[in-house]
Protein backbone atom coordinates (compact mmCIF):
# COMPACT_ATOMS: atom_id res chain seq x y z
CA UNK A 1 0.00 0.00 0.00
CA UNK A 2 1.36 3.50 -0.70
CA UNK A 3 1.80 5.65 2.16
CA UNK A 4 2.46 9.70 1.73
CA UNK A 5 3.03 10.53 5.62
CA UNK A 6 4.04 14.24 6.30
CA UNK A 7 4.66 15.51 10.16
CA UNK A 8 5.89 18.65 11.65
CA UNK A 9 3.31 21.00 11.19
CA UNK A 10 2.40 23.26 14.22
CA UNK A 11 1.93 27.22 15.36
CA UNK A 12 5.15 29.52 15.22
CA UNK A 13 5.41 32.94 14.94
CA UNK A 14 6.18 35.09 12.03
CA UNK A 15 9.34 35.23 10.73
CA UNK A 16 9.86 31.93 12.73
CA UNK A 17 11.18 28.41 10.68
CA UNK A 18 9.89 25.24 10.76
CA UNK A 19 10.85 21.68 9.06
CA UNK A 20 8.17 19.30 7.65
CA UNK A 21 8.65 15.31 7.19
CA UNK A 22 7.04 13.24 4.63
CA UNK A 23 7.92 9.43 4.98
CA UNK A 24 6.87 7.57 1.81
CA UNK A 25 6.34 3.55 1.32
CA UNK A 26 5.07 1.47 -0.74
CA UNK A 27 6.54 2.53 -4.02
CA UNK A 28 10.01 3.22 -4.95
CA UNK A 29 10.90 6.85 -3.57
CA UNK A 30 13.75 7.17 -5.22
CA UNK A 31 12.34 6.83 -8.81
CA UNK A 32 9.98 9.96 -8.42
CA UNK A 33 10.35 13.88 -8.44
CA UNK A 34 8.62 14.82 -5.30
CA UNK A 35 6.77 18.29 -4.65
CA UNK A 36 4.98 20.38 -1.72
CA UNK A 37 1.82 21.37 -2.69
CA UNK A 38 -0.16 23.80 -0.23
CA UNK A 39 -3.98 25.06 0.34
CA UNK A 40 -4.48 27.73 2.73
CA UNK A 41 -7.89 27.87 4.61
CA UNK A 42 -10.90 27.60 2.64
CA UNK A 43 -8.63 28.41 -0.55
CA UNK A 44 -7.43 26.63 -3.58
CA UNK A 45 -3.89 24.47 -4.39
CA UNK A 46 -0.60 26.18 -4.41
CA UNK A 47 2.33 24.10 -5.71
CA UNK A 48 5.39 25.61 -4.18
CA UNK A 49 7.92 23.43 -5.27
CA UNK A 50 9.42 20.06 -6.87
CA UNK A 51 13.12 17.88 -6.12
CA UNK A 52 14.20 15.25 -8.74
CA UNK A 53 15.08 12.13 -8.26
CA UNK A 54 18.30 11.95 -6.65
CA UNK A 55 17.96 16.12 -5.22
CA UNK A 56 19.90 17.43 -7.63
CA UNK A 57 17.66 19.82 -8.94
CA UNK A 58 15.12 22.10 -7.12
CA UNK A 59 12.37 24.14 -8.41
CA UNK A 60 10.21 26.76 -6.00
CA UNK A 61 6.98 29.06 -6.79
CA UNK A 62 7.97 32.84 -6.67
CA UNK A 63 5.84 33.35 -3.34
CA UNK A 64 8.23 30.87 -1.25
CA UNK A 65 11.61 31.23 -3.39
CA UNK A 66 15.01 32.34 -0.94
CA UNK A 67 12.50 31.02 2.26
CA UNK A 68 11.48 27.61 1.71
CA UNK A 69 13.91 25.19 0.86
CA UNK A 70 13.01 21.30 -0.54
CA UNK A 71 15.42 18.43 -0.33
CA UNK A 72 15.29 14.37 0.38
CA UNK A 73 16.74 11.75 1.85
CA UNK A 74 16.30 8.72 -0.88
CA UNK A 75 17.75 6.50 1.89
CA UNK A 76 15.27 7.27 4.40
CA UNK A 77 12.42 7.64 1.86
CA UNK A 78 12.13 10.93 3.16
CA UNK A 79 10.78 14.47 1.66
CA UNK A 80 11.53 17.71 3.31
CA UNK A 81 10.58 20.87 3.39
CA UNK A 82 12.40 24.09 5.25
CA UNK A 83 10.33 26.81 6.23
CA UNK A 84 11.99 30.41 7.65
CA UNK A 85 10.83 33.61 7.85
CA UNK A 86 7.42 32.38 7.46
CA UNK A 87 4.65 35.04 6.95
CA UNK A 88 1.25 34.40 7.88
CA UNK A 89 0.06 33.94 4.78
CA UNK A 90 2.03 30.58 4.77
CA UNK A 91 -0.72 29.56 6.67
CA UNK A 92 -2.12 26.37 4.71
CA UNK A 93 -2.32 22.58 4.77
CA UNK A 94 0.96 21.11 3.15
CA UNK A 95 0.78 18.07 1.41
CA UNK A 96 3.62 16.13 -0.58
CA UNK A 97 2.83 14.12 -3.92
CA UNK A 98 4.24 12.72 -6.43
CA UNK A 99 1.93 14.50 -8.96
CA UNK A 100 1.00 12.96 -11.94
CA UNK A 101 0.56 10.66 -14.00
CA UNK A 102 3.86 8.12 -13.20
CA UNK A 103 1.83 7.81 -9.78
CA UNK A 104 -1.05 9.88 -8.26
CA UNK A 105 0.22 9.47 -4.56
CA UNK A 106 -0.27 12.45 -1.82
CA UNK A 107 -0.07 12.50 1.64
CA UNK A 108 -3.17 13.69 4.13
CA UNK A 109 -1.51 16.72 4.48
CA UNK A 110 -0.25 18.64 7.22
CA UNK A 111 -1.23 21.93 9.17
CA UNK A 112 1.01 25.45 9.51
CA UNK A 113 -0.34 27.89 11.15
CA UNK A 114 1.62 31.68 11.42
CA UNK A 115 0.57 34.04 13.88
CA UNK A 116 1.65 36.10 16.58
CA UNK B 1 4.10 32.64 -14.17
CA UNK B 2 1.69 31.44 -16.04
CA UNK B 3 -1.74 32.45 -14.47
CA UNK B 4 -5.24 29.61 -15.54
CA UNK B 5 -8.18 30.97 -15.51
CA UNK B 6 -11.24 28.62 -14.68
CA UNK B 7 -14.65 29.49 -15.30
CA UNK B 8 -17.08 28.79 -13.31
CA UNK B 9 -16.47 29.52 -9.73
CA UNK B 10 -19.11 27.34 -8.85
CA UNK B 11 -21.50 24.89 -11.03
CA UNK B 12 -24.46 23.36 -9.72
CA UNK B 13 -26.26 20.65 -11.51
CA UNK B 14 -28.70 18.33 -11.17
CA UNK B 15 -27.22 14.64 -10.61
CA UNK B 16 -27.57 13.01 -13.77
CA UNK B 17 -26.78 16.07 -15.87
CA UNK B 18 -23.84 16.99 -17.75
CA UNK B 19 -21.18 20.13 -16.63
CA UNK B 20 -18.44 21.86 -18.09
CA UNK B 21 -15.46 23.44 -16.80
CA UNK B 22 -13.15 25.99 -18.53
CA UNK B 23 -9.21 26.60 -17.61
CA UNK B 24 -7.76 29.15 -19.70
CA UNK B 25 -3.82 29.64 -19.81
CA UNK B 26 -2.05 33.33 -20.12
CA UNK B 27 0.32 31.84 -22.45
CA UNK B 28 0.31 28.70 -24.84
CA UNK B 29 1.19 25.12 -22.88
CA UNK B 30 2.23 23.30 -25.39
CA UNK B 31 5.99 22.35 -24.37
CA UNK B 32 8.83 22.68 -26.80
CA UNK B 33 8.55 18.74 -27.23
CA UNK B 34 5.40 19.05 -28.41
CA UNK B 35 3.23 17.94 -25.27
CA UNK B 36 0.77 19.98 -23.60
CA UNK B 37 0.94 19.22 -20.19
CA UNK B 38 -2.53 20.20 -18.64
CA UNK B 39 -3.76 18.29 -16.00
CA UNK B 40 -7.22 18.07 -13.92
CA UNK B 41 -7.53 17.09 -10.42
CA UNK B 42 -10.94 16.41 -8.11
CA UNK B 43 -10.37 17.21 -4.49
CA UNK B 44 -13.61 15.66 -2.52
CA UNK B 45 -14.72 17.38 0.61
CA UNK B 46 -12.08 16.73 3.33
CA UNK B 47 -9.80 14.50 1.25
CA UNK B 48 -6.53 14.95 -1.07
CA UNK B 49 -6.56 15.75 -4.50
CA UNK B 50 -6.60 13.03 -7.15
CA UNK B 51 -5.21 13.03 -10.36
CA UNK B 52 -8.75 12.61 -13.30
CA UNK B 53 -7.16 13.58 -16.66
CA UNK B 54 -3.47 14.19 -18.12
CA UNK B 55 -1.96 15.56 -21.47
CA UNK B 56 -5.23 17.26 -21.94
CA UNK B 57 -7.54 13.99 -22.86
CA UNK B 58 -5.94 10.89 -21.05
CA UNK B 59 -7.61 9.71 -18.59
CA UNK B 60 -6.15 8.55 -15.94
CA UNK B 61 -5.72 5.03 -13.98
CA UNK B 62 -9.60 3.97 -12.97
CA UNK B 63 -11.01 7.54 -13.88
CA UNK B 64 -14.31 6.76 -15.84
CA UNK B 65 -15.11 7.63 -19.53
CA UNK B 66 -17.61 10.02 -18.25
CA UNK B 67 -14.70 12.55 -17.85
CA UNK B 68 -13.64 13.87 -21.01
CA UNK B 69 -10.74 16.28 -21.04
CA UNK B 70 -10.49 18.39 -24.15
CA UNK B 71 -8.32 21.68 -25.88
CA UNK B 72 -5.09 22.88 -27.62
CA UNK B 73 -2.82 25.74 -26.67
CA UNK B 74 -4.29 27.91 -24.19
CA UNK B 75 -8.14 26.69 -24.30
CA UNK B 76 -9.31 24.06 -22.15
CA UNK B 77 -12.39 21.81 -20.74
CA UNK B 78 -13.09 19.28 -18.93
CA UNK B 79 -16.55 17.98 -19.49
CA UNK B 80 -18.40 15.33 -17.19
CA UNK B 81 -21.39 13.88 -18.32
CA UNK B 82 -24.11 11.72 -16.16
CA UNK B 83 -22.97 13.44 -12.88
CA UNK B 84 -22.99 11.48 -10.07
CA UNK B 85 -22.64 11.95 -6.40
CA UNK B 86 -19.52 10.88 -6.12
CA UNK B 87 -18.07 13.63 -9.11
CA UNK B 88 -18.89 16.33 -6.24
CA UNK B 89 -16.24 18.46 -5.15
CA UNK B 90 -13.66 20.78 -6.36
CA UNK B 91 -11.70 20.42 -9.52
CA UNK B 92 -8.70 22.25 -10.83
CA UNK B 93 -6.56 22.24 -13.89
CA UNK B 94 -2.45 22.57 -13.64
CA UNK B 95 0.15 23.16 -15.81
CA UNK B 96 3.26 21.24 -16.03
CA UNK B 97 4.86 22.95 -18.89
CA UNK B 98 6.30 25.97 -17.54
CA UNK B 99 7.20 26.23 -13.81
CA UNK B 100 4.30 24.16 -12.68
CA UNK B 101 0.63 26.20 -11.12
CA UNK B 102 -2.92 25.16 -10.36
CA UNK B 103 -5.92 27.11 -11.52
CA UNK B 104 -8.38 29.07 -8.96
CA UNK B 105 -10.80 25.92 -8.39
CA UNK B 106 -14.41 25.28 -9.74
CA UNK B 107 -16.51 23.44 -7.12
CA UNK B 108 -18.67 21.53 -8.53
CA UNK B 109 -22.13 21.15 -6.25
CA UNK B 110 -25.79 20.16 -6.64
CA UNK B 111 -28.83 22.53 -7.35
Known amino acids: EVKLVESGGGLLKPGGSLKLSCVAS????????MHWVRQAPGKGLEWIGEIEYDGTETNYAPSIKDRFTISRDNAKNTLYLQMSSVRSEDTATYFC?????????WGQGVMVTVSS | DVVLTQTPVAQPVTLGDQASISCRSSQSLVHSNGNTYLEWYLQKPGQSPQLLIY???NRFSGVPDRFIGSGSGSDFTLKISRVEPEDLGVYYC????????FGGGTKLELK
Open chain 1, 26 to 33: GFTFSNYW
Open chain 2, 94 to 101: FQATHDPT
Open chain 2, 55 to 57: KVS
Open chain 1, 97 to 105: TTLGVRGDY
